[in-house]
């Protein structure tokens, strides 16, 4: 493959080319993964940006939903919005259904769209563990919003505030009870927390919903990188389409507010810096996962359970032999 050419029909748009790009960026071969590091560095020099938003609630408040009405809104502005759609993928088999295009039917024929369904591959943060590359690649793209949608929501799933300019809680009305376990984490971690299905019988239980989160979010210390006002909760409805246009110009003039007050650059840099250490972990981590590694550490652990060595010594032992 040519990396060099294909690194020029990304930058022209091309859809297809954007695709295969994507598809080497998740391959594990090693081969693969120093053409997609040729590719990034190829890219980087751009300098395209895109506002990113992460996108994560719970089971059933009508995520795939919200993205298609909040995409196709974006796209009737002139804008060209990729989504970056995460699969769980199952524990047993490793496959994922990949059915975000199904439920965005709408969505995945606008040609401003940009639709991409991904296996989480067991990775913990409610993302892939290469979508931040694929986020950079579809900013050398062209695209002017990307659009991160998270498996779920838990402890973990805050991670996507590690790749995205503003992060986004989706909720029903009167679904409080379903985050008490992860409540904190991810309410220091919301820019703007919506609520969705505020619409028919539901409105109500909506406007209770968001009228206590909106005081939740005032006990809350403010944050630096926040103006007046955020983080804030709002009311939506996906499937009437209404609030959306107010929640955008919320987005945006938080965007421009860190633009303009530096956070915006500081918060990319300190992500920039987080997946650095996060590359190094899995590079070393990966050392363990050779056949001879493996094998070292087979030995070792029975040699724990021996009792022959206790773990600290094994280990310690081990990771000097990997130096070696």
């Known amino acids: ?24 960026i998740e391959s ?4 693969h993964r120093e053409q997609a590091t040729e590719l990034l560095e190829l890219l980087k020099d751009t300098n395209r940006q895109a506002i990113r938003v992460g996108l994560s609630g ?6 795939s939903t919200f993205i298609e009405s909040f995409g196709t809104m974006l796209t009737g502005q002139g804008l060209r919005v990729a989504v970056l759609a995460v699969d769980p993928s199952s524990a047993r088999s490793g ?27 067991s990775h913990l943060g409610g993302v892939a563990r ?5 986020v950079a690649v579809c900013e050398a793209a062209g695209f002017d919003v990307v659009l991160i949608e998270t498996v779920g929501v838990g402890q973990s799933e805050t991670v996507v505030a590690e790749m995205s300019d503003l ?8 679904g409080g009870d379903e985050l008490q376990g992860v409540k904190r984490g991810i309410m220091e971690m919301a820019d703007i927390i919506l609520i969705n299905k505020a619409d028919g019988d539901l409105k109500p239980a909506a406007t209770r919903t968001c009228s206590d989160y909106s005081g939740a979010l005032r006990l809350l210390r403010k944050r630096p ?25 919320e987005m945006t003039s938080l965007v421009e507010w860190r633009r303009e007050t530096g956070h915006f650059d500081g918060r ?18 990966a050392r363990l996962r050779t056949p001879e590694a493996q094998q070292a550490m087979g030995d070792a652990a029975d040699a724990v359970a021996e009792g022959a060595i206790t773990p600290t010594v094994a280990a310690k032992r081990l990771l000097e032999s990997l130096n070696d």
């Open 1 to 24: 493959m040519d990396i060099a050419q294909l690194s020029e029909k990304i930058i022209k748009g091309d859809r297809r080319a954007l695709s295969r790009a994507i598809t080497l």
């Open 28 to 31: 594990a071969r090693a081969d």
């Open 58 to 63: 719970t089971p059933g408040v009508g995520k």
């Open 95 to 121: 496959g994922s259904i990949l059915g975000d295009k199904t439920r965005m039917e709408r969505l995945s024929r606008d040609p401003n769209a940009f639709i991409r369904p991904s296996p989480s591959q």
């Open 130 to 134: 290469r979508t931040r590359e694929a």
């Open 167 to 174: 992060f986004v809680l989706l909720l029903a009305p009167a």
């Open 225 to 249: 990188q926040d103006p007046e006002g955020f983080p804030k909760a709002m009311m939506v409805s996906a499937l009437e389409e209404e609030g959306l246009r107010t929640a955008w110009e």
């Open 268 to 285: 990319r840099a300190a992500q920039a810096r987080y997946w650095f250490e996060e590359e190094v972990k899995q590079r070393l981590l």
